[in-house]
């Protein structure tokens, strides 16, 4: 079946600089991926999604792309700001099978 | 504010209980899915209804069941509680209940059992 993984587990970097999560998949005929983001006592928030007809989808500082060869997807969050501390988890899912989940990213935003 | 309303936010009970979880969905969702995360875990599937009829059941131990009622709210029913069902439940909404549709996630009840 179907297995997503996700990277790093924790990433800390400075407010302003970029952050990087990426997440790998296996099933090729996965289609669609979605970015959600969960603040601390809250339930996830989808912040993005991609579909496997699209290589790039950006919002604002938020960006995902897909590389369907190398069956990764990746976030990228630009000029970090403190409200981007959270755990943002990846998912992939592909026809009516229920989204399979990354395992999260707790990101830090140091001051 | 997503729009799903879970009650309660928090449940204390002792092992060997039982507990039910309530989850009403946004206004004109007609997909109900629930989620337990454990601590520092990621979102475990438990079960999808749709329209009041179970459409999809991930890792949902025996002990628990869900159902969906005519108006569309859905219950989580815990049964000989564990230790290791202290987790967070999660409901989420969708229009349709298609696998490629926006989640909606309520803000939890957390559970403990001692």
């Known amino acids: 079946g179907e297995n997503v993984e996700q990277h790093p587990s924790t990433l800390s970097v400075q407010e302003g600089d970029s952050a990087v999560i990426k997440c790998t998949y296996s099933d090729s005929a996965s289609n669609y991926f979605p970015w959600y983001k969960q603040e601390l006592g809250k339930g996830p928030q989808l912040i993005i999604d991609?579909?496997?007809n699209v290589g790039e989808k950006k919002d604002q500082r938020i960006a995902v792309t897909l590389n369907k060869t190398a069956k990764h997807f990746s976030l990228h969050i630009t000029e970090t700001q403190p409200e981007d501390s959270a755990v943002y988890f990846c998912a992939a899912s592909k026809g009516n099978y229920q989204l399979i989940w990354g395992a999260g990213t707790k990101l830090i935003i140091k001051p | 504010d997503s729009g799903v309303t879970q009650t309660p936010k928090h449940l204390i009970t002792a092992t060997g209980q039982r507990v039910t979880l309530r989850c009403s969905p946004r206004?004109?969702?007609?997909?109900v899915y629930w989620y337990q995360q454990s601590l520092d875990q990621g979102l475990q599937f438990l079960i999808q209804y749709y329209n009041g009829e179970e459409r999809a059941k991930g890792n949902i131990l025996e002990r628990f069941s869900a159902q969906q009622f005519p108006d569309l709210h859905s219950e989580l029913n815990l049964s000989s509680l564990e230790l290791g069902d202290s987790a967070l439940y999660f409901c989420a909404s969708s229009v349709t209940g298609a696998t490629n549709e926006k989640l909606f996630f309520g803000s939890g009840t957390q559970l403990s059992v001692l």
């Open positions: 991609i579909r496997s």
């Open positions: 206004s004109g969702d007609l997909s």
